[in-house]
């Protein structure tokens, strides 16, 4: 079975441009969670989307957003990006997102770098 | 509130010796799920072990065990044998419903050296 996909891998962007990360969860997997990592930072929850519908949020400004589309791929946009949102951007799918023992699978992230 | 404490920022192993990496938890929810993911240089995060807060025993998988002590509220990684390739920044996770959403909580991470 695939794991987590992720495009683009690398990602090189300026300041006030916007990006759009993609994720692909395993088959069968119905949440999708998106994770940001910094040094400073460690890892820290954007979002979590199951069947469609955001169901989670962390404490991040209005210029992060997701979806999630009905095959479960979900993506997230960063508008007018800061040089502060260069970053590791890590998505994970679980079957679902209603009970402790379900374990996230992550993907090989989305390095982002903002000039 | 939720919280995952990981105490050790960096530790070094010989290869082939056995190494703990610390984990205590903070949860008022009585069903949790504990987790550990292994993080190297490329930056995927690799799921190693669950446990869950009514196993009985403690998880293994391999080389990797976790060393479950509830009324501590303790979760420790303890990988036997180390090699090379264990090098890497680990993380402890748990989830639960306190927060009224099963949200996954992350410790800050060790980084572990294997020296050879």
């Known amino acids: 079975k695939a794991g987590v996909t992720q495009t683009p891998r690398y990602l090189i962007k300026t300041r006030g441009q916007q990006v759009t990360l993609s994720c692909s969860p395993i088959s069968g997997h119905r949440s999708v969670s998106w994770y940001q990592q910094t040094p400073g930072q460690g890892l820290q929850f954007l979002f979590e989307?199951?069947?469609?519908?955001?169901?989670n949020k962390g404490n991040f400004p209005g210029r992060f957003s997701g979806r999630q589309f009905s095959n479960s791929r979900s993506e997230m946009n960063v508008s007018t990006l800061e040089l502060g949102d260069s970053a590791l951007y890590l998505c994970?799918?679980?079957?679902?997102?209603?009970?402790?023992?379900?374990?996230?699978?992550f993907g090989p992230g989305t390095r982002l770098t903002v000039l | 509130a939720q919280k995952i404490t990981q105490t050790q920022p960096g530790m070094f192993v010989q290869e082939k010796e056995a190494v703990t990496l610390d984990c205590t938890y903070d949860?008022?929810?009585?069903?949790?799920?504990l987790f550990w993911y292994k993080q190297p240089s490329s930056g995927e995060m690799i799921f190693l072990i669950y446990q869950g807060s009514y196993d009985q025993q403690n998880a293994t998988e391999g080389r990797y065990s976790l060393n479950f002590q509830k009324a501590r509220k303790s979760a420790n990684l303890v990988i036997s044998a180390s090699q090379l390739g264990d090098s890497a920044m680990y993380f402890c996770?748990?989830?639960?419903?306190?927060?009224?959403?099963?949200?996954?909580?992350f410790g800050t991470g060790t980084r572990l050296k294997v020296l050879a």
């Open positions: 996770a748990m989830r639960d419903l306190t927060s009224g959403t099963y949200k996954y909580i």
């Open positions: 949860t008022s929810d009585p069903s949790y799920g």
């Open positions: 989307y199951f069947s469609e519908t955001q169901r």
């Open positions: 994970a799918s679980t079957l679902s997102p209603r009970t402790s023992e379900d374990t996230q699978y």
